[in-house]
């Protein structure tokens, strides 16, 4: 279990100079909407504990010189949960970031509804994520920071319906709260660790360092641009290949350089979005995020050269619709000998995640730029490619499938793989005469970007 903060320990960690909200006042029945005996009793106690007269505090501060709206709940006033109360401050909360223009980051630790207002206190979720579509629409971040516990309804809204989430080592995080799981239940699930490996959350943050990394990520979420993001420079090989098995050759070797080293070069620095929403993370399969690129914030989707699973291209898919509500350009680096086609990717859904990324790209209304930096296998690397702004290093080739499984296909021997990569036209200059791409970087021909 993390260390316990009060709902202003928890501001501090972030801001130095927060400013409350004034509050809407609600005019309440003897011990609340249900008469539920010893409530008001209840509350008047943990307003004497904590020096709090709800549950949640919202206000603005400063976090790295971006302003943001802050909403940091009390756990010590009844276990942070949501009531009537609760539900006004945070529209208050949302309606002032809708109006000022700012980000929303909340700063969670609940048990849930509360109990003593029944089902009214349990509808405060659909206000809540009314508020937080209200403020998606507008094109505006929401971060949520997730603290000890952070269970139940909080969870499901503010939690998990953040655009980036992070959250503090240690944490209890999960839907379900201690108190409610099967007694056999393990533990262990329910641990912010546990969720970052379930791709539902992006990353664990020590409190020391949380100041740091949340202003990263403000300052590179509220920064949009409509310029493309130029493709990268190779890193790799410079002359272009002789043969298509050459180019199938230079594509997999080792030592060409790969995804990670491209990003390094690109991006003054970086962070990173895992997981896919749907319980599952790709890693080593695909790398997603934001960067600072010559002062400008572009967002990342980049291929390992791993055979790519599902949850990799369904947070591919999360990556460039983030990007494209908040108006920030893409770049995409395309370096897969396919989809992973085992049975376990079958039962993952592999065919709906490729459509959707199909769709996220060919929906965006950002500009997205493609670099080709290894290899490109059938649909599974074309998915992540943006139509018409493709480019190509000279170690690197594109194919409808690998030409081993291609003379398969053709029911041909494994002594006519080298002659069917050549029929299959894969090589870099191939791909730009037949205007599948636009260029090859580093290329002096003249079909390199800017020419």
Known sequence: MTERRTAREAVALVTGDFAELPYPARDSAPDGPLAWQGYDASRARATGRTGEEESVVCGTGTVEGTRAVLIAFEFGFLGGSLGERTGDRLETAYTYARARRLPVVSLVATGGSR??????????????????????????PQIAVLRDPTTGGGWATLGAGADVTLALPGAQVGFAGSRVRPPDADPAAYTAEAQLAAGAVDAVVRPEELRHCLGRWLRLLTTPST??????????????????WDAVRRARSPRRPRADAYLSAYFTHRVTLNGDRCGGADPDGILCGFGEHEGRTVAYAAHTGTATRPAGYRTATRLLRLADRLGIPALTLVDTPGAANDAEAERQAVGAAIADLFGAVAAARVPITTLLIGEGGSGGALALAAPGDTWATPDSYFSVIGPEMAAAILKRGPEEVEATADQLRIRPQDLVELGVIRGIVGDRSGSEPGT
């Open 115 to 140: 109990m003593q207002e029944g089902m009214l206190a349990l509808t405060q979720l659909q206000r809540v994520a009314r508020q937080s579509i209200l403020t998606r629409e507008a094109g505006l």
């Open 227 to 244: 310029e493309p993001a130029p493709p990268p420079r190779p890193l790799g090989a410079t002359g272009l290949p002789a043969t298509g």
